[in-house]
């Protein structure tokens, strides 16, 4: 049994040693004891395009979850390998849209719907569901960039699906100014849609799926807020439920958060709705702010935190042992369909 600070002098060591050849990527979610070691932090998205800059990188070593590794893999070159410290390390938002769910529910939309429906699908989704968005004609979006992609589709269908954040997928349409009574769920266990009313009417069909880590946030925990301390900003992130973000001040993605936060004067007093760890590390960066969790009882992305030191080192010792481990490939068809969807992305974004 390593002790901690024996666990990072060999990571140190190792780094050391691979030099320019091995890059570590930490999304914002990571633990201090992980993201200490990221030669880049940010969301999923800069990531993915930071490793693929980095082309004298041989292993991308990715502190995130699957679905981000995958993405790197899909926008590096031939000759960089992705590696994800623990493969168990998933997103159970991710894991909502299977494949073969998409493929089954996407008969049913197009027996209802025609040809009327263009799929999105939110970053946070594997590569097949990128795939099969991509390979037909559509994108994928982040929470950055989700008005301009859903504005981007309006003009070349008259309908949208969204995969598979029906949070995010409600709150972008709803501030573009699609009514509520638009919006149909899909609900692909049951292979239905969850609504009441004439379908033709329906503009923006919500794959239903969601974050459990934003999902935490409550109308309760708002209102605690606002009881308590009404001086306080609520800010949040706008994978939280419509009812959330309506009540809160802002909501944005994890960049604008960290952006206003930044910026906000001194004294300043703010709750926040997104990761634990982003938001104690927004407390510890900002000890001039008042800054508390919109949730006290949040916890932390489990399936993120599945990357430890341990298995961070574990990883990079194989590596160092000639053993490449825990590699993520996507198959070439799956990569240059989802390529399709993101470069999309980037074009019109
Ligand atoms: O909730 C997440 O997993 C986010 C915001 C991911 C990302 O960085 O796009
Ligand atoms: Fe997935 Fe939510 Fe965790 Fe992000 S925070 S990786 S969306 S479960």
């Not at 939309?109 to 970053?123: H, M, N």
Request: charged residues 25%; glycine residues 4%; aromatic residues 8%.
């Amino acid at each position: 049994e390593l002790s901690h600070q024996e666990m990072v002098k060999r990571v140190r060591a190792i780094k050391q040693k691979f030099g320019k050849k091995l890059f570590i990527p930490g999304h914002h979610y990571q633990k201090d004891e992980v993201i200490q070691f990221a030669d880049a932090t940010g969301d999923s998205l800069k990531l993915a395009q930071v490793s693929a800059e980095n082309t004298l990188a041989e292993y991308v070593v990715f502190c995130g979850v699957h679905f981000m590794a995958e993405t790197a893999d899909i926008l590096t070159n031939d000759n960089q390998k992705v590696i994800l410290p623990d493969m168990r390390a998933g997103c159970s938002m991710a894991d909502m849209a299977t494949i073969k769910q998409t493929e089954k529910s996407w008969k049913v939309i197009q027996a209802t719907f025609g040809d009327s429906v263009l799929p999105l699908t939110y970053v946070n989704s594997t590569a097949a569901i990128k795939a099969f968005v991509g390979e037909r004609g559509g994108a994928t979006v982040t929470s950055s960039n989700a008005k301009e992609m859903v504005t981007w589709a309006f003009k070349q269908k008259e309908r949208i699906l969204f995969l598979p954040d029906q949070h995010l997928g409600r709150n972008t349409a709803y501030d573009l100014g699609v009514p509520l009574n638009q919006m149909a769920v899909w609900n692909p266990n049951t292979t239905s849609f969850e609504y009441e009313g004439d379908l033709e009417q329906v503009k923006v069909i919500l794959w239903k799926g969601h974050c459990s880590v934003h999902e935490n946030f409550t109308v309760a925990n708002v209102e605690k807020i606002r009881a308590e301390k009404p001086d306080m900003n609520i800010l949040v992130h706008p994978e939280c439920s419509r009812e959330v973000v309506d009540q809160s001040d802002y909501a944005g993605s994890t960049t604008y958060i960290i952006d206003r936060i930044e910026q906000a004067p001194k004294g300043s007093k703010w709750a926040v709705g997104t990761e634990m760890n982003l938001v104690n590390r927004l407390i510890k960066a900002h000890p001039d702010k008042e800054i508390v969790s919109l949730n006290p009882f949040m916890c932390p992305c489990l399936t993120m935190n599945r990357i430890d030191l341990p298995h961070l080192l574990y990883t990079l010792e194989q590596l160092d042992n000639g053993n490449v481990i825990n590699q993520i490939i996507v198959d070439q068809q799956t990569a240059d369909f989802a390529k399709l969807a993101l470069q999309r992305m980037l074009e019109h974004s």
